[in-house]
């Protein structure tokens, strides 16, 4: 059977969702119980998990053979979990592993997320390894309220960013799982079809949306400021910071191929996820 972490997320319930529609068994796995039987109730095994409680490994992956593993959001030291992970899955007999990280992880060295892949990498399972750029979605999860207020608020300068919608991802993610010998020992890119800078979205968002939408560019000092004034953790902003530092500096710009040649159509575009999404922002 195939095992979903992070269930009730953005990434693994899409994934999740994507194989039940594709019509195979899964097991879900969350510290939240009561949200993964409101989310999956009849539709998938429900299996609580721990990341913290070692003694939930060997029964979250009990007649398991293909793993989905992903980090909790802004999570910290995931690296020393996946390696207990690995151990506990090796000794139940999993045979595949598909560990999402993030965009530019693997020349990110010293990071929990590239030492997340290389423990992978060296532990004897064999793995596929997925790095998805920023997600359309964090736009609705995170900056819906700024968005309404006619803001974009990030500190990333001109920088631009190839956006992908984890519905792609996640479609992506499912066929892997679904075939994981056809994939074994990749590690993959994945980008929308372009790279836009914050000023080209806010004037995406501005024409669909039928309202200004300005993308307000802050310092990194004002950036984590605001943050801070909304009771965001210092960790959580730092590190967000850190990520659109490396927008600015032009690292997250580069396009890939991969889900069109997965899935062989090609990925959703930035203005079609806005229209969809029109009721949500002006509402």
Do not use: C
Not at 3 to 25: D, M, P, R, W
Not at 60 to 86: H, M, Q
Not at 130 to 138: A, D
């Amino acid at each position: 059977m195939i095992l979903i972490t992070g269930a009730t997320g953005t990434f693994g319930s899409h994934v999740a969702n994507q194989l039940i529609s594709n019509g195979e068994k899964i097991v879900v796995a969350s510290s939240t119980k009561e949200k993964l039987e409101s989310k999956f109730g009849g539709k998938a095994v429900i299996r609580s998990f721990n990341w913290g409680d070692n003694e939930s490994y060997d029964a979250v992956l009990k007649d398991i053979t293909t793993v989905y593993l992903i980090a909790p959001p802004f999570s910290v030291g995931f690296d020393k979990n996946v390696e207990r992970f690995v151990t506990a899955a090796s000794k139940n007999g999993v045979q595949h592993i598909v560990l999402t990280t993030a965009f530019g992880v693997d020349q990110a060295k010293g990071t929990s997320g590239y030492n997340s892949e290389q423990i992978l990498k060296n532990s004897g399972i064999n793995f596929t390894i997925l790095r998805p750029n920023f997600i359309f979605q964090n736009f609705i999860n995170y900056d819906l309220d700024f968005i309404k207020n006619g803001k974009i608020f990030y500190s990333a300068g001109n920088g631009a960013t190839s956006y992908i919608d984890v519905r792609d991802v996640a479609a992506v993610s499912a066929i892997i799982l679904m075939h994981p010998e056809k994939f074994t020992s990749q590690e993959l890119t994945l980008t929308g079809t372009e790279a836009l800078t914050h000023y080209e979205m806010a004037d995406i968002f501005s024409e669909v949306l039928g309202r200004k939408v300005e993308y307000v560019n802050p310092t990194e000092e004002e950036y984590k400021a605001t943050l801070n004034s909304y009771n965001v953790p210092a960790n959580v902003y730092d590190f967000m910071a850190t990520l659109y530092q490396g927008i600015k500096a032009g690292y997250m710009a580069s396009v890939t191929s991969v889900v069109e040649d997965v899935l062989n159509k090609k990925p959703n575009s930035f203005r079609s996820f806005v229209k969809e999404n029109k009721n949500i922002f002006n509402s």
